[in-house]
T-cell receptor, first 111, second 109 residues
């Protein structure tokens, strides 16, 4: 058990709509990450958080917003979804010894 | 920014063969991680490496942290059909964890 839950598992939305992807860890580890995975690009870092109320940009932050009001939750919001944001999104937490554990992912389609 | 390169991009091997894949970077990383991902799932951690020169095994898997801290390799011995998947290397650099593009492994029974 990776101790990290993502929801929803699948989401279809329309261009211009706001979408929020949820991520919850059953632990209280400090670091959490959001990645997107696309064919040919591997896993690209969108945003990460070192602790509650501390967030920072990764490689591809444009079009995304995050918040971390509680240590356990790290939601990712697409404020105005675009087709280029169709992707699989993975949330992860850093556990003991700098090991990164992933959720099962959210498959997002923007029509 | 930091980039990781993986080779080969894909491999097709016969069941029972040994496999070797590589990960390189132009930057120094403090920790190397190797992951396997199967379709529809998130990446699963296989091996973590913390010191330059470190050699670590996990069953049929062996990985090494390069002396220069800019590379790592993963070997799989006596491959089996369930080894099929995409293998990613990842490196810790300050607060970030960066991933390579992956090596796709196919095992022919």
């Amino acid at each position: 058990d990776a101790g990290i839950t993502q929801s929803p598992r699948y989401k279809i939305t329309e261009t211009g709509r706001q979408v929020t992807l949820m991520c919850h860890q059953t632990w209280s580890h400090s670091y959490m990450f959001w990645y997107r995975q696309d064919l040919g690009h591997g896993l690209r870092l969108i945003y990460y958080s070192a602790a509650a109320d501390i967030t920072d940009k990764g490689e591809v932050p444009d079009g995304y917003v995050v918040s971390r009001s509680k240590t356990e939750n790290f939601p990712l919001t697409l404020e105005s979804a675009t087709r280029s944001q169709t992707s699989v999104y993975f949330c992860a937490r850093v556990g003991d010894s700098e090991k990164l554990f992933f959720g099962s992912g959210t498959q997002l389609s923007v029509l | 920014g930091q980039q990781l390169n993986q080779s080969p991009q894909s491999m097709f091997i016969q069941e029972g063969e040994d496999v070797s894949m590589n990960c390189t970077s132009s930057s120094i990383f403090n920790t190397w991680l190797w992951y396997k991902q199967e379709p529809g799932e998130g990446p699963v951690l296989l091996i973590a490496l913390y010191k330059a020169g470190e050699l670590t095994s996990n069953g049929r898997l062996t990985a090494q942290f390069g002396i220069t801290r800019k590379d790592s390799f993963l070997n799989i011995s006596a491959s089996i059909p369930s080894d099929v998947g995409i293998y990613f290397c990842a490196g810790h650099h300050h607060d970030k964890v960066i991933f390579g593009p992956g090596t796709s492994l196919s095992v022919i029974p």
